[in-house]
Structures are given as C-alpha cells and as structure tokens.
C-alpha cells in the first residue's frame, strides 16, 4: 500500500513543485472565485472546506477545476464506516486531488475507505485523515476526556492511519520531526497553521514558517489568511515561495 502512496504522490507533484495549499475558506462561490481569480494554479493547490462546500456544493469544484486548479476537499469525514466510505468515493468522483476523514473515526472507518477508493479504477485521489486540530491545545483534549499530550496523540493516530493504508496525515508542523522518526517517507504530511514570522496566529495554537516546515518533513502546507487576507494575494504567495526558497 505504500508503494502505492509514494506513486501518487510523485504523480500529483513532487513537495519542490506545488506544496503550498490555499485556503478558500469564504462563505459563497462568488467570493471563493473571486480570490482563485487571482491566484495562479500552476503556483498553488486550493482548499474548500465546510462552509463553502455546504453553500455552494458540487459547483465550487467544477468552477475551480475550470480555472485548473487541484482541489484539497476537506470536509473531515467522520461517520460509520460505510457512510464515510460512499462520501469518499463521490469526492474522488469528482477528481478532487485530496479529500480526508478524522483518524479518530477508527481502523473499521479508515480502512472502508480505503478499500472503496481501491474499487475506482486509476482513481488519482489521495486520502488522508486528520490527527488533532491545529486549535486544540491539551487542555481542549482534556475536556473531551483524554488527557495526553497532542503530540503523543497525533502520532498515535497518525501509526494507525498509516497502518490503515491511507495516503498521509493532517498535522501541526509541530509534530513533523517527532512523526518522521517513525513514518515512512512516502507517507505525506500536511500542515496546516503556516505563518510567516511577520503574521498574526489568529486562532492557530501550534504554528510555524513554511521554510521551517518544508525542512522538518512537510509536504503540504495549508495557508489561508495570509495570503487571502493580504491586499495583494499573489505577492503574498511569493513572500512565502521567497521564505521557502531563502529562508
């Protein structure tokens, strides 16, 4: 299953190539189109999330993969494992690049679906699953009963999501080194909470630079506000491409 990741991840393109993920994190089509409008997708890869899949649904990803953009869906499937499993298998029927489920949902659900990706064939799509979110600190994990470092947890989580033949892991940039001591290197990592040194953390607990984060082992970093919120967005993506590039 392995080999199998590092396949597709060599097709979607090489950490070198695209590893910067742009947030469209807005509340209509209208207002998502308007930022990919000044965005280049040979530059970047976008994101749709919640909000603005559940406004604007199926139409979001047909107008982005119009403009020629791969899509991270990120709608954190967590359900019984036959539901996240169908849910799965209609993003990748959608030609979405990435689509992902919380680990937490358990093996039985991860591997679900897994297998029903596994049924479409020369299907493109990588499936990763989430550890802990970038906004929980331990005491958010303690009020919901487990009382352990979210390193530790997210590199429990991350083991069986490997175990589980997924294609990577949502994480903090934080637990990048501690989860490459043990994960495989085709495994891929994608971290959310990138910030240049000069950007607010808004509600980002565990946060990092994309330079920092690219050299500990990331593939994937997942940008929003600063770039989206910058008067220029571009010049904001090549701020970050200078950091990565010059440190």
């Given amino acids: 299953m392995l080999s199998q990741t590092s396949s597709k991840l060599d097709s979607t393109c090489s950490t070198t190539d695209k590893p910067i993920v742009v947030a469209l994190d807005y509340p209509s089509l209208e ?3 308007a930022m990919a409008d000044q965005l280049d997708p040979s530059r970047c890869r976008v994101k749709v999330g919640k909000e603005l899949f559940t406004r604007a649904g199926p139409k979001i990803l047909e107008s982005l993969h119009a403009q020629g953009f791969d899509i991270f869906l990120d709608l954190k499937f967590h359900d019984i494992p036959n539901t996240v499993a169908k849910a799965v298998r209609a993003a ?3 030609n979405v690049w990435m689509v992902n489920v919380h680990a937490s949902g358990g093996r039985k659900m991860m591997e679900s679906a897994r297998s029903e990706l596994d049924k479409i ?12 979110l970038t906004s929980m600190a331990r005491c958010d994990l303690a009020e919901i009963g ?6 530790l947890q997210v590199k429990k989580l991350a083991e069986l999501t490997q175990q589980c033949g997924l294609d990577g892991v949502v994480c903090s940039a934080q637990e990048v080194a501690l989860l490459r001591q043990t994960i495989a290197s085709d495994f891929a ?12 953390s808004d509600d980002q607990q565990r946060i990092m630079t994309p330079r920092e984060a690219l050299e500990l082992g990331s593939n994937y970093l997942v940008i929003g506000r600063p770039i989206t919120r910058a008067a220029s967005p571009m010049d904001a993506l090549r701020a970050i491409e200078q950091n990565i590039a010059n440190g």
């Fill in 31 to 33: 207002q998502a189109m």
């Fill in 92 to 94: 990748a029927e959608q």
């Fill in 121 to 132: 064939a020369g299907h493109r799509t990588l499936l990763i699953a989430v550890t802990v």
């Fill in 146 to 151: 487990l009382d352990i470092d979210p390193q």
């Fill in 189 to 200: 990592l994608v971290t959310p909470g990138i910030r240049l040194a000069s950007d607010s």
